[in-house]
């Protein structure tokens, strides 16, 4: 079983900068794409920003220049740095991996519990 644990979510103005961290544990042998999804209050679950083992970024249109996710591959880490935040980028955000238990088989996805981004005007 593996368990993420986010962190870094706060309330901050309109412009100002936050890094959320996220530390996955458990029984991984390989994590392949590690990201961010967020979910605003009566939308939904969206893609953020995410990065593969091979390095390959992808990012949500609404967040290109401004956030920027990172990995550490040794302490099974993810990153995202976020400047010049808006008001709408208030949200909850969820870190989410794919990764294998094993050697062998397919992979599994595991998500965090989220940590919440608010962000005034």
């Known amino acids: 079983q593996v368990h993420l644990v986010e962190s870094g979510g706060d309330l901050v103005q309109a412009g100002g900068s936050l890094r959320l961290s996220c530390a996955a544990s458990g029984i991984i042998f390989r994590i392949n794409t590690m990201g961010w999804y967020r979910q605003a209050p009566g939308k939904q679950r969206e893609l953020v920003a995410s990065?593969?083992?091979?390095?390959?970024?992808n990012y949500a249109d609404s967040v290109k220049g401004r956030f920027t996710i990172a990995r550490d591959n040794a302490k099974n880490m993810v990153y995202m740095q976020m400047n010049s935040l808006k008001p709408d980028d208030t949200a909850v955000y969820y870190c989410?991996?794919?990764?294998?238990?094993?050697?062998?088989?397919?992979?599994?996805?595991?998500w965090g519990q989220g940590t919440l981004v608010t962000v005034s005007s």
């Open positions: 989410k991996i794919d990764y294998h238990p094993t050697s062998y088989g397919r992979s599994l996805d595991a």
């Open positions: 990065l593969t083992s091979g390095g390959s970024t």
